[in-house]
């Protein structure tokens, strides 16, 4: 059972639009929530992360917004450009370990 | 300062080998995480280690094992390989182990398995 659930499969938008990819959760043991990026063949790296005390944490382009009533957060990305295009997986972790639930990844492609 | 590193890149084993995956964690890190990841999929928890014992583990079998070192680098064992074994196997390295510890990921080692 996917205990993290994530949306779109996969998303195109032109340069400089706003990508948005959607992801929601059952377990109310979940308090950390981290944004992953993967190019093909690398690691997936951390590009931002929310706790639930916080409902929008922005970092640079990367806005993740939080509703915890719903159970789900969410990825803005601003000004998408042809090098964002890459796989994108929501996370969430309880607090006592980083033990994370992977969301199934959102394949972005920016078009120039 | 390196970051996550791991041996080797590629393997290709058959069906029933066994197969030892190696992780360097980042600098300062006391802790080690595996992922299975499958092409096209999520990576799938395995285990994590820290002070050199197993701490939290994945719904993997008793084929997947581990182990960590004093100088806090950790292997990963899988005996009696399957088919379904076949996938990209990532390190992640944190130092501490509750969930706002960042972990950062290796390159990872695929494996494939004939």
């Known amino acids: 059972q996917q205990q993290v659930k994530q949306s779109p499969q996969s998303l195109i938008v032109q340069k400089g639009g706003i990508s948005i990819i959607n992801c929601a959760y059952e377990?109310?043991?979940?308090?950390?929530f981290p944004w992953y990026q993967q190019f093909p063949g690398k690691g997936p790296a951390l590009l931002i992360a929310?706790?639930?005390?916080?409902s929008e944490k922005k970092e640079g382009r990367f806005t993740i917004s939080f509703n915890k009533s719903a159970k789900q957060f969410s990825l803005h990305i601003m000004d998408s450009q042809p090098g964002d295009s890459a796989t994108y997986f929501c996370?969430?972790?309880?607090?006592?370990?980083?033990?994370?639930?992977f969301g199934s990844g959102t394949k972005l492609n920016v078009k120039p | 300062d390196a970051g996550v590193t791991q041996s080797p890149t590629h393997l290709i084993k058959t069906r029933g080998q066994q197969v030892t995956l190696r992780c360097s964690p980042k600098?300062?890190?006391?802790?080690v995480s595996w992922y299975q990841q499958a092409l096209g999929q999520e990576p799938q928890f395995i285990f994590q280690?820290?002070?050199?014992?197993?701490?939290q583990r994945g719904n993997f079998p008793d084929r997947f094992s581990g182990h960590q070192f004093p100088n806090y680098s950790s292997e990963l064992n899988v005996n009696a390989l399957l088919l379904g074994d076949s996938a990209l196997y990532l390190c992640?390295?944190?130092?501490?182990?509750?969930?706002?510890?960042?972990?950062?990921f290796g390159p990872g080692t695929r494996l494939t398995v004939l």
């Open positions: 929310i706790r639930p005390d916080v």
């Open positions: 600098s300062g890190h006391d802790t």
């Open positions: 280690y820290y002070e050199e014992e197993e701490r």
């Open positions: 996370a969430a972790s309880p607090y006592n370990f980083n033990k994370f639930y």
């Open positions: 992640a390295s944190s130092f501490g182990h509750l969930s706002t510890d960042t972990q950062y």
């Open positions: 377990n109310t043991a979940f308090d950390y």
